[in-house]
């Protein structure tokens, strides 16, 4: 009987052993991921800091054929060596073009918005594209949003007219162009949202940097800052770098956020996205001295608060039934 009594002892004791070793675990990955998708942030915000600075010399076009060019080499050279270039094939070609479609205009959006606005304000609006999301979903995805979503919903829009302040003094048409990326991103997420079930992430990315090339090479010779440079232009060797920093870093954010997925739950980092907004704060700061105002500030919070509460709505309804 104490042989047993002590065996017991003993597997109570292993099995505590290995649930806290568990724990020890699944917080350490969070811990990875977190820092992952704070990094991935931060080189995508670095990436439109780039983007802004060359949209004063170069067209949007061509800034977008570059960088799109650079991400296919590098997914090419990736997966070639490995025998997986099949990976980056379409199954469902339609909807693989409507997403990259979305994903065009929000890129050319954002980055003419980059070319015209601080570099906070732009990230603080384009915020907006999941409570967009939210707003749309039930017409697009068939998902239904209680009382409190569009509230919260509500809350995010009073926080975008906040920064854009329609009424107010430094109202500015240009405010509605990161507007209008936040809408183009909220419809490129509903298209990923169908493709999930059939589609690598490596073709949506495939088929997405491709489009991307297309419509830079297309466009570029019009020109976006200056109306009467109908040509491309040459490349500097220190912009062709920052060219390909800004294509590298693009490529480098998107694996850093895959890998972020893997280390911890998405639901569990959709909150930390927010961090962008820090990130877009500190650089606009360092490299052009733009501080933002008390207005940008505070629709900031609102726009990451209410996105907050959709994400936990979200989540809290699914575990409910679970």
Known sequence: M????????????????????????????????????????????????????????????????????????????????????PDLLPRRLVGQLARALSFVAATFLMIWSLSLLPLATVTAITFAAPIITTAIAPWLLGESAGWRRWLAVLAGFAGVLLIVSPFGGHWSWTLLIPLGAAAAQSLRDISTRHLVGTETNASVVFVTMTATVIAGALTAPLGAIDPQAWRWTMPSAWDAALLFCFGTATCAAYLMQVAALRAAEAAFLAPFKYVTVLWAIAIGFIIWGHVPGAAVLLGSLIIAGSGMFIWWRETGMRSLHA
């Open 2 to 85: 104490a042989v047993e009594t002590a065996r017991s002892t003993m597997d109570q004791a292993a099995a505590g052993a290995a649930a806290v070793a568990e724990l020890a675990r699944i917080a350490r990955h969070r811990r990875l991921g977190i820092a992952l998708l704070a990094s991935s942030a931060g080189l995508l915000t670095a990436g439109d800091a780039i983007a802004k600075w060359l949209t004063a010399t170069y067209p949007i076009g061509e800034i977008i054929f570059v960088r799109g060019l650079i991400v296919l080499a590098l997914l090419v050279l990736w997966f070639l060596p490995r025998g997986r270039l």
